[in-house]
């Protein structure tokens, strides 16, 4: 099932969303979006778990 994130879900004042068909996948997008947007070269392990309780299960 396709899964879909978004930054304010955790609180960023961002209105970023992604989707992608996998959480791995979506990982990346959300680890490049981090990267560019919130100066986050590297997810650490808190917020990767911040950011895998926010992501959802999307039918779109
Ligand atoms: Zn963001």
Request: proline share 3%; net charge positive.
């Given at each position: 099932m396709p899964k879909k994130f978004a930054c304010k879900d955790i609180g960023m004042q961002c209105n970023f969303t992604a989707k992608a068909k996998t959480e791995d996948e979506l990982m990346e997008k959300i680890a490049q979006h981090a990267k560019e947007?919130?100066?986050?070269?590297q997810i650490d392990a808190a917020m990767a778990a911040k950011v895998k309780g926010a992501i959802k299960s999307s039918f779109f």
């Amino acid at each position: 099932m396709p899964k879909k994130f978004a930054c304010k879900d955790i609180g960023m004042q961002c209105n970023f969303t992604a989707k992608a068909k996998t959480e791995d996948e979506l990982m990346e997008k959300i680890a490049q979006h981090a990267k560019e947007a919130h100066n986050m070269p590297q997810i650490d392990a808190a917020m990767a778990a911040k950011v895998k309780g926010a992501i959802k299960s999307s039918f779109f």
